[in-house]
């Protein structure tokens, strides 16, 4: 085996691929399980088209290694077929069935080979599943996991559900009242993101990383920016970090609130519902005041952001964070000093630390595990090189641990909001972007609110995008989703979902 | 329980007095849009290509913007003269597709329902909301009508868990590939008659999508619509003030409508205020 001696980058690096070898698949292979044995995660793995007129695919993979503060680059090539590694590392399994998906390759031993967003190959002709290449495949149409036996029965939600919110399919194996398995078919949102940015960046590319998923507008927006920044050497100004970092929180302290909130609202506990409902419009607010926009659109651009801030408005909105502060604090203590809350909360969605790591789970449900994972805090850029010490992680793994994340981390941005807004730098809020290095590799690690948001852009010798992969934190997430409501009442189903609080449109690009 | 009690003191009572009082939005809010001057008889059309989303054309030396197409991009690249500016005015609900091409002067508003469908759903309307395709952001700005700072449901408006309880159907997104049929499907299951809402750029001609092989351009070539509310996605205020104007419910003060006119003054006066701010 070869040792370990890949590129390394830090977050927001650009480097020139022809640094990164290109190795035999049985050493990219050993490399990752080293890696991962040596508590690295997969941050991405994506194929991309090779060069010329080589049918063959690349596959990049990007381990973050933590501890370092650096991604490991490892790239390889393969034909139609390739050894999974899902059996030995859980975490790339839904990286293969992407890659399955979009390049019509088989990852041959994958446990739990099936489509994953429904739609045609990139590549015309192929499909991993044999399936017709000249109709759009029929969304949900796969072999579900099913339980049999006396007693065991099925149950199938959506994909339209009994609220405001976005399609995806549950399928749960219960005996009585008991959830043996839960499978999650998603796909309905997609809209073919990635593809539309090959050859990118497009005049609507902006826009369109905006609305990945519209309650991350700033995570996305901010990671897709660092890319391009790193990939043309833009040095963003002080003054535009700092805005950018208050966005993001403010993106955060929104969620969060309403998810308490929303919380709140599953378990009946209508005090802190409604609150927290209002209150969540007053950071959308504040978010709006600065840009004019409530979830932040328009705000952060290339090179900087669109909107300043000065001191006049910095002034008025920290005041208005105090006031909305208060009322916050004392929304979330009468919902965690409730004992009928609590006997609700506890205990519930329980998900244990080593399935999280397996699982590489990112974001508010690792934190819940106990397992650290903050790119604000081992990854930082910006302002948050200096400002942010605050890892909140919880013990319990269980929804419980999860709202107490959440309600932690909303103390945290607050205090930050207001280390920001009193010591903004003067100076420009934006930069000329040049254009992309060609032939290059960077990628942006983002702690949006759900958890690490990453971005990896490839250009060709023109400087375009040749590959641009995505990666929601949603997308480790689902599965922890299905795992923790093993065992459970399926009628805790809304309160375990809502305590992960995952997006669709994220998942499915 | 005593602490519960205080705490309820403490938040006070936050409903919103919409529709009798304007609600007060940011300085920077991008409502519709204004168009400084007249296009320079020379104009090489820059904007109907610069715009990424086609929004712009140029008719008989007059520039007309689609606000069905439309994202109120903070910086919108179509005018190389900068000639369009977004205002300070929320309402932009319209009933038919072609109202939205907007060239200035005054806005065709939504009009009521006719009478046999206000009749029915005038003081009572529930609505079924389907997402193909949206980005959780029209659908938060949908959500959140139902808390207390809104109220939908003192106006008689409710969202329903079923097709078979709605009346209407609110959708958001640019109706994906996978979506399709579950859309068409949600409609047929509502009883007749009924109505369609497209909420969002997305809904009403595919947004930022447009252009994607898995999505389709909106509603229209799928449904009747009755009603097209735009923005990226719109203020709830612009959702509201659209769904009461479909039922009758929507009467303007003549207070109100000078307020409006003088939009930025509003703006300024409340960043003068300190920024008490009642909407959401």
Redesign the interface.
């Known amino acids: 085996m070869k040792t370990l001696n890949p590129q390394l980058l830090k977050n927001g690096e650009a480097i020139a691929l022809e640094l990164v070898d290109t190795l035999d698949f049985d050493d990219f292979r050993d490399c990752l399980l080293e890696e991962v044995r040596k508590q690295g995660r997969v941050a991405a793995c994506f194929g991309v088209s090779a060069a010329g007129e080589s049918s063959e695919l690349e596959l990049f993979a990007l381990v973050a290694r933590d501890r370092n503060a650096c991604v490991a680059v490892y790239r390889t090539r393969v034909g139609e077929r390739f050894p999974s590694l899902t059996p030995s590392c859980p975490q790339m399994h839904l990286f293969e069935r992407e890659i399955a998906e979009q390049y019509g390759v088989v990852p041959e031993g994958h446990p739990w080979l099936k489509p994953l967003?429904?739609?045609n190959a990139w590549r015309p002709g192929v499909d991993a599943w044999g399936r017709p290449a000249d109709q759009?495949p029929r969304?949900g149409e796969m072999e579900f996991y099913q339980v049999e036996g006396e007693g065991v029965h099925e149950v199938a939600v959506g994909?339209?559900h009994?609220?405001?919110?976005?399609?995806g399919h549950f399928r749960f194996q219960c005996y009585g009242e008991k959830v043996m398995h839960l499978e999650i078919s998603l796909?309905?949102?997609?809209?073919?993101?990635e593809?539309?940015l090959l050859n990118g960046p497009?005049?609507?590319t902006m826009?369109?990383m905006?609305?990945?998923?519209?309650?991350t507008?700033i995570g996305h927006g901010l990671a897709y920016c660092q890319v391009l920044e790193a990939l043309s050497g833009c040095e963003v100004p002080a003054k535009a970090q700092s805005i950018r970092a208050l966005a993001l929180e403010l993106e955060r302290l929104a969620n969060h609130v309403g998810d308490i909130g929303a919380l709140a609202g599953d378990v009946g506990f209508l005090?802190t519902f409604?609150?927290c409902?209002?209150l969540?419009?007053?950071y959308?607010?504040l978010t709006?005041?600065?840009?004019?926009?409530?979830?932040g659109?328009?705000?952060v651009?290339p090179g900087g952001v669109?909107?300043d801030l000065d001191p006049v408005l910095a002034g008025?909105?920290l005041?208005?964070l105090k006031g909305i502060e208060?009322?916050t604090i004392?929304?979330m203590?009468?919902f965690f000093?409730?004992p009928s809350v609590l006997s609700r909360f506890e205990g519930r969605g329980r998900l244990s630390r080593s399935v999280a790591e397996d699982l590489g789970l990112v974001g508010v449900a690792a934190k819940a595990c106990a397992v650290p994972r903050d790119s604000r805090f081992f990854h930082p850029t910006g302002v948050y090189r200096h400002l942010f010490d605050d890892l909140i992680t919880e013990e319990t793994g269980d929804a419980m641990a999860r709202a107490k994340v959440r309600s932690r981390e909303i103390t945290v941005s607050i205090e930050l909001l207001r280390r920001i807004g009193t010591s903004l730098p003067e100076g420009p809020i934006r930069a000329p972007v040049g254009p992309l290095k060609a032939d290059a590799l960077a990628i942006a690690l983002v702690e949006g609110w759900r958890g690490e948001v990453v971005h990896v852009a490839l250009t060709g010798g023109d400087g375009r995008l040749r590959r641009y992969k995505i990666v929601d934190p949603s997308f480790h997430n689902w599965s922890g989703l299905a795992m923790a409501m093993r065992d459970e009442q399926i009628s805790d189903f809304p309160l375990c979902n809502k305590s992960f609080n995952l997006?669709?449109?994220g998942f499915d690009l | 329980m005593l602490?519960?009690i205080r705490?309820?003191w403490?938040?006070g009572f936050?409903t919103g007095k919409f529709p009798k009082e304007e609600p007060i939005?940011?300085?920077?809010?991008?409502g519709l849009p204004q168009f400084a001057g007249e296009c320079p008889p020379d104009c090489d059309r820059a904007c109907e290509v610069?715009c990424?989303?086609s929004a712009c054309k140029s008719v008989d030396g007059r520039l007309v913007l689609d606000l069905g197409r439309c994202?109120f991009?903070?910086?919108c690249?179509a005018c190389p003269q900068g000639r369009i500016t977004f205002g300070n005015d929320y309402r932009l609900a319209v009933r038919q597709r072609q109202d939205l091409l907007y060239s200035g002067g005054e806005y065709p508003l939504a009009q009521p329902l006719e009478p046999e469908r206000l009749k029915l759903f005038g003081r009572s309307l529930k609505l079924r909301?389907?997402?193909?395709?949206?980005?959780?952001?029209?659908?938060?700005?949908?959500?959140?009508l139902?808390?207390?700072?809104f109220d939908l449901g003192r106006f008689g408006i409710q969202?329903v868990?079923?097709p078979r309880h709605a009346d209407g159907l609110l959708l958001t997104?640019?109706v994906?590939?996978?979506?399709r049929s579950?859309v068409l499907a949600?409609y047929e299951a509502m009883p007749a008659p009924k109505i369609v809402i497209a909420v969002g750029a997305c809904g009403i001609n595919g947004?930022?999508?447009?252009?994607?092989?898995?999505?389709s351009p909106g509603l229209d070539p799928l449904l009747p619509v009755d009603l097209y509310i735009p923005g990226?996605?719109p203020?709830p205020y612009t959702i509201l003030d659209g769904l009461l104007r479909l039922l009758d419910r929507r009467e303007l003060s003549s207070s109100t409508a000078s307020a409006l006119e003088y939009g930025e003054s509003i703006s300024f006066a409340h960043?003068r205020r300190?920024?008490t701010?009642t909407?959401?």
């Open positions: 967003r429904f739609h759009h969304s994909p339209v009994a609220g405001i919110i976005e399609p796909g309905y949102q997609h809209r073919g993101i593809r539309m497009h005049p609507a826009a369109q905006e609305t990945i998923a519209g309650d507008t005090p409604s609150y409902g209002r969540r419009g007053d959308l607010n709006a005041a600065l840009c004019g926009s409530r979830f659109r328009g705000l651009r669109g909107f008025e909105m005041a208005r208060g009322n004392g929304a203590e009468i000093d409730a997006s669709y449109c | 602490q519960m705490e309820r403490r938040q936050r939005l940011p300085p920077r809010f991008r610069l990424p989303f994202l991009c903070a910086d690249p909301q389907v997402s193909a395709g949206g980005c959780n952001g029209c659908e938060a700005d949908c959500n959140v139902g808390t207390l700072v969202f868990a079923s997104g640019p994906t590939e996978n979506m579950a949600t947004g930022p999508f447009l252009h994607s092989s898995e999505v990226c996605p203020h960043l300190g920024g701010v909407n959401k």
